[in-house]
């Protein structure tokens, strides 16, 4: 008999439908990306596969360590890929992707795994719910497509501690040269793909300006095998820019972490320009170069000169792997991308994250070009597969045709129809074509050992994620901004601010706008 | 032959493109013979026996057949074809210093010479407005060793690159020191287009081009409007123009 209840069914077919509809959208409104570098299509689908194996086990791992929802909590106040891309789509998108190609393999049938996928549903969706509190939607879809993710007191640290640029002035040109640099480095790094960068907002700072929250990850000497070296002199893992602009609307960040404005954005309408770093191992985040205008515009200069010349090392180095180390890397940074789940949770294992399960590592004769690009399409526009194909009086969203992108499971296992659970408890042994991870991860506290960085993430609260702060929340906040308790929680999201450490809680945007630089 | 569970649907109507079918049906046709010499139950293949009786030689074999019939793959990565040149079609132009090669887009826009000597050949989706058209050499960049060569020996000054990546990777180490780009694929929003861009190098997406060779001089429309997230989503329309330079006697 079936452990899931109708109500449990019910819930997990509405995510598997509605994450559907919002991959078909994000597919036809953004770009096919191919490489003449990187067999990007194939090594999506290896991912997918991998996803679809190891994510339920790895999932209940994690959960022994800390609930999605406390995860969530954690990374609200930090910077880390598993928010709007990671999360938001990516991880559940991969999941049911991987799904549906053995669908269509005839390798599963649609009720086999149901309890995984309704677990992995449920992982999720508490997760979302508890990173998009402070906007009450379950993704940036559902909140029309924004993303405002921050309480009021970081955006307020965000907001004052701007510096103020504009376009032509050595700041805003450094700022510009490093965020060109940055974004490079982070497609060559995430092997053509977009997953080591989002952004999220936008945040309304008055006066027709409007606040970007830009993140990059997975920079440094860490998890991935191929920066073990030629990343040695990048600073931190993880950086946050935050950019004010002017006389412009971003009316859509996605679940892909992109956006889109009106007017079209442009480079010269940004007006302020601050920079941060943050992990697990830091209370919130930590502003870097931002003593002074010149040292800022300092630090983006010679941070610029840092990417590139680590874009060049990294570079030729994928230019000489084979094959399979490229499909390696890019399937891994895929599969991988809510790896920061295990470290937020201090379980992160190399062979959990960085090795293809020899389940999915069993049809890699298959991923040639041809077949990469022809069934990635397949899977999500225009829905050929067999398993996309509905009735004839269907009319799908955004396209009126009788198509889903996913298979729901069928409500007829509550009636008695067989399925089979799980893929199975635990991994199986994993594979990779890279060389072994050397054992150095930079963090806000230093480069360590993969043990010590566990070690330190499993003893680590952060102050503000404490019993004591955890659920006072911005409705607690709007009522009790007097409180000492208020003042106390804001002064310590403060105190590394240079304009509002230890002003409390009881600041307006425009008390904030007058302590900030004049945009 | 044991039948499968999606052997049996109503709405579907074939496997999809030919490569698809191919390997699909085979694999289905792997699980059929699998699942009837394991006893034929599901409940215990699925998760269990399959993992041992569907071995990546037992997959390996679907790909070797499909490559007996004389089927060969069109290539997107050149490691690919690099690593496997009897699994994939040959792709024209990318050996070094390919100098009869170009790209011959069958809807290139083309014009007879006007008085200035400007010959259009082509047009494409311009990523940013700027004050200037630019002019520089024609240069193809189609494969890691070709950039791997400018990035020892350095780009060569003007140099127009024309790429049929919109990535932003292949590229990675040498695009700031192109002059302009035409690229072959891809919209504004590729990641080429976001990193033109970023750097502020002149740059058409999506370029249907014809008749420009290694070393040809060209100009790129690109004082001409860009074009807007707007008029992808509605299909309209919205290119500059690609000329040739008469060559100087």
């Given amino acids: 008999m079936t452990k899931l209840t109708y109500a449990q069914l019910l819930e997990t077919n509405n995510i598997i439908q509605v994450l559907g509809e919002e991959t078909y959208f994000l597919c036809v409104t953004r770009t096919v990306q191919e490489s003449k570098l990187f067999p990007v299509s194939s090594y999506m689908l290896l991912s997918y596969l991998n996803a679809f194996y190891r994510y339920p086990t790895l999932l209940r791992k994690i959960e022994k360590h800390m609930p999605a929802e406390m995860i969530a909590d954690r990374v609200r106040n930090m910077c880390s890929k598993i928010q709007s891309i990671g999360m938001g789509w990516c991880m559940i998108g991969f999941y049911l992707l991987g799904r549906e190609m053995l669908i269509n393999m005839g390798m599963i049938r649609p009720q086999d795994a149901a309890e995984d996928v309704a677990y992995v549903m449920n992982f999720w969706k508490r997760y979302q719910l508890a990173w998009h509190r402070n906007d009450g939607h379950i993704t940036n879809k559902e909140a029309g497509h924004r993303s405002q993710i921050l309480p009021e007191r970081r955006i307020q640290v965000f907001h004052a501690d701007m510096y103020a640029c504009k376009d032509g002035d050595a700041l805003h040109t450094a700022a510009d040269k490093f965020l060109a640099t940055v974004s490079q480095y982070a497609f060559l790094v995430a092997c053509e793909s977009r997953i080591s960068m989002s952004n999220h907002g936008p945040y309304n700072l008055g006066d027709g300006r409007e606040m ?40 859509l960040v996605d679940d892909w972490g992109s956006f889109d404005s009106r007017p079209e954005y442009k480079g010269e309408n940004m007006c302020g320009v601050g920079l941060y770093t943050s992990d697990e191992l830091s209370e919130t985040h930590t502003p870097v170069g931002m003593g002074s205008r010149e040292e800022l515009t300092e630090t983006f200069d010679r941070y610029a000169d840092i990417f590139k010349d680590a874009t060049t090392k990294l570079w030729k180095r994928i230019a000489g792997y084979s094959r399979n180390q490229m499909l390696d890397a890019g399937a891994l940074t895929y599969y991988a991308i809510i790896k920061d789940l295990a470290h937020v949770a201090g379980c992160y294992e190399v062979d959990d994250w960085m090795k293809f399960d020899e389940r999915a590592e069993r049809f890699r004769g298959l991923l040639n070009d041809e077949y990469g690009n022809e069934l990635l399409g397949a899977l999500v526009v225009p829905l050929t597969l067999p398993s996309h194909q509905c009735n004839e009086y269907t009319m799908m969203q955004h396209s009126n045709a009788p198509k889903r992108v996913h298979s729901p499971i069928s409500y007829s296992i509550l009636a008695g129809e067989d399925y089979v ?79 509002l450490a230890g002003k409390g809680a009881g600041l307006s945007r425009a008390d904030v706008a007058a302590l900030a630089d004049k945009f | 032959m044991a039948k499968l569970f999606v052997d049996q649907d109503k709405y579907a109507d074939g496997e999809g493109s030919p490569i698809i079918a191919a390997f699909n049906s085979a694999l289905k046709d792997l699980v059929r013979k699998k699942l009837d010499e394991s006893g034929g139950n599901w409940n215990d293949f699925v998760f269990g026996k399959a993992y041992s009786l569907i071995t990546a030689e037992e997959v390996a074999k679907i790909e070797r057949k499909v490559l007996d019939s004389g089927y060969r793959y069109t290539c997107s990565a050149m490691i690919s ?10 792709l ?70 024309i790429i049929d990546d919109s990535g932003g990777t292949l590229t990675a180490p040498i695009l700031e020191q192109f002059k302009g780009v035409i690229c072959a ?63 100087k006697k």
């Fill in chain 1, 212 to 251: 970007l929250v830009r993140d990059f990850f997975d920079l440094a000497e860490g998890d991935l095998p191929w920066l073990d070296g030629v990343a040695s002199e990048v600073p931190f893992n993880r950086l946050t820019v935050t950019t004010a602009v002017k006389d412009t609307h971003f009316y």
């Fill in chain 1, 421 to 499: 659970p799980s893929v199975g408890d635990g991994i199986r042994p994993g594979v990779t074509y890279l060389p072994p991870k050397a054992d150095r991860y930079r963090t806000t506290q230093g480069v360590m050992t993969l043990a010590e960085f566990n070690q330190r993430c499993k003893n680590f609260t952060p102050q503000l994620c404490t019993e004591k702060f955890r659920h006072l929340d911005e409705t607690w906040v709007k009522f009790h901004y007097k409180t000492p308790l208020a003042d106390e929680m804001y002064k310590i999201e403060q105190q590394t601010s240079r304009k």
């Fill in chain 2, 92 to 161: 024209p132009g990318t050996e070094s210093g390919a100098a009869k090669f170009s790209f011959e887009h069958p809807e290139a826009q083309t014009a007879p010479a006007d008085a200035s000597g400007r010959e259009q050949r082509g047009q494409g989706d311009n990523v940013v407005k700027v004050p200037a058209n630019v002019i520089g050499i024609a240069r193809y960049y189609r494969s890691a060793d070709q950039v791997m060569q400018s990035l020892t020996q350095g780009v060569p000054p003007d140099t127009i690159a």
């Fill in chain 2, 185 to 247: 694929g891809g919209t504004v929003r590729s990641h080429l287009g976001i990193l033109t861009r970023e750097y502020g190098i002149p740059c058409l997406m999506g370029a249907k081009i014809s008749g420009i060779f290694e070393g040809d001089t060209v100009e790129l429309e690109v004082s001409g409007q860009s074009k807007t997230t707007e008029a992808y989503q509605k299909g309209v329309e919205m290119t500059v123009r690609v000329w040739k330079h008469a060559a």
């Fill in chain 2, 81 to 90: 074809i690099m690593e496997r040149p009897d699994a994939y079609k040959p």
